[in-house]
């Protein structure tokens, strides 16, 4: 079955000046991997349109998205003290969403089983009314909504990067159609991610969040994914698996205060393939969120690949 990637070249225009983790750079590095393993020529390249104004506002107010799109008109900024903008971010940020719908028709067309939108800027910390944290549109959240007017009503996201996805949490917190997973460090950027925040409304027992000690490793990690990430799937039983795979939990991120190893993402991706595969069909689609150490990035976003493009 196949795999269908998203990785577009204006991602490299998206500019956060020299001395910024978040930077092309990235994907300089993980391209390189890429490109030198036996599948990366079998790989499905949908084309891809940027996500329209209505599309992204099924998350966003409509005005933070149009103010955002003025803004870079004027050249360079920030968001936020950590989320510089330069004048394409504003259709890197289109075209990072629209990767993620692309890649759903994709798979629910039957083209591929599953996917991997490598893109920046990431998104989920991104919140209705303002970007943060890197991020500009929530473009995993952005996907859930265009996964359920497709037809298929129950969306799981798993979010392993090691930062809390407030941004998709507070999208969901009072559906109970999009089950929220986070696993993350805790205490740490961007503060949300108790564990007591379980969903409010309609939305409750919808929401877990998993956090994590500095310092926590392999075993207890996947102890936790087991336990907890693994049984909520088999009670929620989704039609679609979404992940926000950040790679910023690994041993080596100098922003992260995790310790997995490599393999540690093969494992997590073998995982809810398997899940994928009894619930979905295998429909399942992946984000690259973050992920700071140039080299461990690349090799977790390959363990990842190879993982969804294996038989
Ligand atoms: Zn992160």
């Known amino acids: 079955m196949a795999t269908a990637i998203a990785l577009e070249d204006i991602f490299w225009e998206h500019e956060t000046g020299a001395y910024h983790p978040e930077t092309s750079r990235r994907l300089t590095a993980i391209s390189e991997k890429l490109e030198k393993t036996s599948y990366f020529s079998n790989l499905i390249r949908p084309k891809v349109s940027p996500a ?41 940020a289109s075209i990072a969403a629209g990767s993620g719908i692309s890649l759903v028709d994709s798979i629910i067309s039957g083209e591929s089983q599953n996917g991997l939108a490598i893109v920046r800027p990431p998104g989920h910390h991104a919140e209705k009314n303002h970007g943060m944290g890197f991020c500009m549109f929530n473009n995993i959240a952005i996907a859930a909504r265009y996964v359920q007017s497709k037809g298929f009503p129950k969306v799981l996201i798993v979010d392993w990067d090691v930062h809390h996805g407030n941004g998709t949490e507070s999208a969901f917190y009072e559906d109970d159609t999009v089950y929220f ?107 690259l969120e973050g992920g700071y150490d140039l080299k461990a990035l690349a090799d977790s976003v390959e363990a990842h690949l190879s993982v969804l493009v294996s038989e």
């Open 181 to 287: 997973v986070s696993l993350h460090q805790y205490p740490f950027y961007p503060g949300s991610g108790n564990v007591n925040d379980k969903g409010s409304g309609k939305g409750l027992n919808y929401n877990l969040n998993v956090p994590m000690q500095s310092g926590t490793g392999d075993d207890l990690y996947l102890e936790k994914f087991k336990n907890q990430v693994l049984k909520e799937i088999d009670k929620f039983v989704p039609d679609f698996i979404l992940i926000s795979a950040g790679f910023d939990a690994h041993a080596n991120d100098p922003l992260g205060g995790l310790e997995l190893s490599t393999l540690m993402y093969e494992k997590m991706s073998n995982l809810l393939k398997q899940k994928a595969k009894e619930y979905c069909n295998g429909r399942l689609l992946s984000f």
């Open 52 to 92: 329209s104004i209505e599309q992204i506002a099924t998350i966003h107010a409509k005005e933070y998205v149009l103010k955002f799109k003025e803004l870079v008109k004027m050249g360079s900024g920030h968001l936020d003290p950590d989320t510089p903008y330069s004048e394409k971010s504003f259709d890197a």
